[in-house]
């Protein structure tokens, strides 16, 4: 095995072939890679700025409503009275033949619906009584009774459904999103996030990661409260006039450095740190909740200065009219292996009347023609019982979501499963469908957004996926 010394291997790497070789060569490089993109990305310095997709998208911006932890689908849509029929016995042999359970033996004993259902709109949507706010605006959602994913463990099923795939690194759907519309906000980030709940995302930052696409498609996690983010302030004696030379110097430095090497990690930084200086002055404004009125913060369940599911529903409105892009809500608290009719009613208690007045509070705006809003975790739970008599187990096999406003018709169910809600049998929607789905609406052929990594181009639905047409309006 031949030993290269240090130094030669630094002068065969790529980035000491751009940067020595010159500015020339190393911008036709680029541009022959750009080139080769299904979706032509813009110049370095513009990569932010709006952009056009396929055709006329409906949705131009989305809202999503994570339920981290995965919420029971039979305790909240998918009413099943043939499995209180059931309660306490075996399931039949042919329901659980080669299921592979996350904790549970498959043999368990069937666990009965806790709660109860009720029709309600003109649509006549079937729901938990631990929905009333829902039921009110039912017939502006459109509920997808037959979700199904690949994975049945937290954190690979939280980043399947956010990134397309199981395992870490690729690109979130919020990235993909921003990549390819831009942002219409200059004085905020294009894909803002924010978390409540009892922990953070089991997937981490993962789930609002760009991967391989360039930095300026990271998410940004927000705070409800306090700083929107950590260190946005200056520190004691930096006034407003010191940073702005300081970034000015920096970005002099940075741009001699850009042209050396077309590194698009460079412009990235530039930015970033334009971005944090302007939002300086218009993230605290906009994250200040007093000047709602009384009664939009009483609609929601708003308290300002309390960090809340509530306020960051509210604030994701007040982003979107601002021209943010992606704004996505984590809550995660859904994970009842135990404690699940307790459990349900306190995490419904938190999350339902906000979920409803976002969709009201869009409406009356204006705002939900072109605003997609989602409602959904990482999968569902299993019709067999957990922990005593009141837990169920992680479900890939079936689960439901819902979606509203963006071109979504509106007052619909689609997908049925079977009589205990194990399986989905009809209109079986994948993870892969319901992001080709998203991307449609967003204007985009999810076949040909792509982006060229390691020889080969990837895009959100990797090689699979199909639109649901019976979600469209």
């Known amino acids: 095995m031949t030993t290269i010394d240090f130094e030669t291997g630094r002068q065969l790497t790529r980035r000491w072939f751009f940067q020595d070789c010159g500015v020339g060569l190393a911008t036709a490089a680029l541009g022959s890679l750009m080139a080769g993109q299904s979706y032509a990305a813009p110049a370095l310095t513009d990569s932010m700025l709006p952009k056009q997709p396929h055709f006329a998208p409906k949705a131009k911006r989305v809202i999503y409503l994570f339920m981290a932890g995965a919420p029971s689908h039979l305790e909240l849509f998918d009413n099943k009275p043939e499995l209180a029929k059931w309660d306490g016995k075996a399931p039949p042999a042919e329901l659980i033949k080669d299921y592979r359970a ?31 706010h829902l039921a009110k605006v039912v017939d502006n959602v459109a509920i997808v009774k037959s979700m199904v994913t690949d994975a049945f463990n937290h954190a690979p099923g939280q980043i399947m459904m956010n990134t397309g795939a199981q395992q870490f690194g690729r690109p979130s759907m919020g990235a993909w999103s921003l990549y390819g519309l831009g942002s219409e906000s200059q ?20 789930n609002w990661g760009c991967g391989f696409l360039p930095t300026v498609n990271q998410g940004v996690l927000f705070r409800s409260s306090g700083e929107p983010v950590l260190f946005l302030d200056n520190p004691r004696g930096i006034d407003r006039q010191i940073q702005r030379e300081s970034l000015d110097s920096l970005r002099q430095l940075n741009e001699l450095r850009l042209q050396a090497t077309g590194d698009r990690e460079i412009a990235a930084r530039i930015s970033s740190y334009e971005m944090a200086y302007r939002m300086q002055a218009s993230a605290p404004e906009l994250m200040d909740l007093s000047n709602e009125t009384k009664a939009t913060l009483e609609m929601y369940g708003a308290e300002p ?43 419904c208690g938190k999350t339902d009347q906000a979920s409803a007045a976002l969709i009201m509070d869009l409406k009356q705006r204006g705002l939900l023609e072109d605003t997609l809003v989602i409602w959904g ?58 992001h080709a789905t998203i991307m449609h609406l967003m204007g985009f052929d999810h076949t040909k957004l792509t982006y060229r990594f390691q020889g080969r181009d990837f895009r959100l639905t990797d090689v699979h996926g199909n639109v649901v047409q019976k979600l469209l309006a």
Not at 102 to 111: D, G, H, R
Not at 308 to 315: K, P
Not at 316 to 331: C, I, Y
């Open 377 to 434: 975790g990482e999968f569902g739970r299993t019709p067999m019982v957990q922990g005593g008599n009141d837990g169920r187990d992680h479900h890939p096999n079936c689960f439901s979501m819902w979606m509203a406003g963006g071109g979504v018709k509106p007052g619909i169910t689609i997908g049925e499963s079977d009589e205990f809600g194990f399986n989905a049998t009809a209109d079986r929607v994948h993870v892969h469908d319901l």
């Open 305 to 347: 200065g309390k960090s809340s599911f509530a306020n960051n529903c509210l604030l994701a409105r007040r982003l979107v009219e601002k021209g943010v892009r992606f704004v996505q809500l984590f809550h995660e608290a859904w994970d009842h292996h135990g404690g699940l009719v307790n459990g349900l009613k306190d995490q």
């Open 102 to 132: 996350a904790f549970i033996n498959p043999n368990s004993t069937l666990l009965g619906p806790k709660f109860k259902f009720a029709r309600h709109g003109e649509s006549g949507a079937e729901l938990s009584e631990l929905l009333p």
């Open 187 to 206: 004085d905020l980030p294009g894909f803002i996030v924010f978390s409540s709940g009892s922990k953070g995302p089991s997937g981490g930052q993962s």
